[in-house]
């Protein structure tokens, strides 16, 4: 148990800067949890500092621990795809993980993806505050349970709470969304097509949201 407690003794401390490229590179040395033992590196946001909309994941995947970038696997190109059908560009928002290293179990030769528990998402929690603090969003999209309940707490649901701009501590507006992988364990193609246009038509929602 004191080894635990040990793990998650060190909060992280984002510099005091005015520069994601400068807050980027503190993260690679992060130490605040176990994961950067197992992951092959921070994956940090990207996007334009200032813009509009902030789009929150849960962490990042097999693919983005690789490349080092945010949602550039699988879930990546369905989010690419709905964005555009939105009409949302993502070269203009900024985009992000609540938990910026990968937590896995092995499979074989495989890596499979396991939730962060609430220890991870608060030591990475200084972390989404500094980007939150640098960028300023005017709308937030909390895509999944990890990303909505960080900003709005344990309690939050989001089959209840999903497609409305809600206001928060961290954000202005925020609206919770489901994380695109979701979409992908869907059973069959009738529930994946369902469940997508509710996808994109939360994006529309964004869209307006961000734009009143």
């Not at 059973?187 to 996808?199: K, L, N, V």
Request: charged share 25%.
């Amino acid at each position: 148990m004191a080894k635990n407690v040990e793990e998650y003794a060190r909060p992280a401390r984002p510099p005091d800067t005015s520069s994601l490229t400068t807050l980027c590179e503190a993260s690679r040395h992060c130490t605040s949890c176990h994961l950067y033992r197992r992951g092959t590196q921070t994956v940090f946001g990207e996007g334009p500092k200032h813009a509009t909309m902030m789009v929150i994941g849960e962490q990042p995947g097999d693919y983005e621990d690789v490349a080092g970038k945010p949602f550039v696997g699988p879930a990546g190109k369905i989010m690419d795809r709905a964005l555009e059908e939105a009409g949302i560009d993502r070269s203009q928002v900024y985009v992000t993980n609540a938990v910026k290293h990968f937590k896995w179990e092995p499979r074989g030769k495989r890596r499979i993806h396991q939730k962060p528990n609430s220890h991870e998402i608060a030591a990475c929690r200084p972390w989404l505050e500094a980007e939150l603090r640098l960028v300023r969003p005017r709308l937030v999209v909390a895509m999944g349970a990890t990303a909505a309940q960080t900003i709005f707490g344990p309690a939050f649901r989001v089959t209840r709470g999903r497609g409305s701009a809600l206001s928060s501590k961290l954000a202005p507006r925020v609206l919770a969304t489901v994380h695109p992988s979701s979409l992908l364990r869907q059973p069959d193609e009738g529930s994946r097509r369902r469940e997508y246009g509710h996808f994109v038509a939360d994006l529309r929602t964004a869209l307006r949201a961000a734009g009143e």
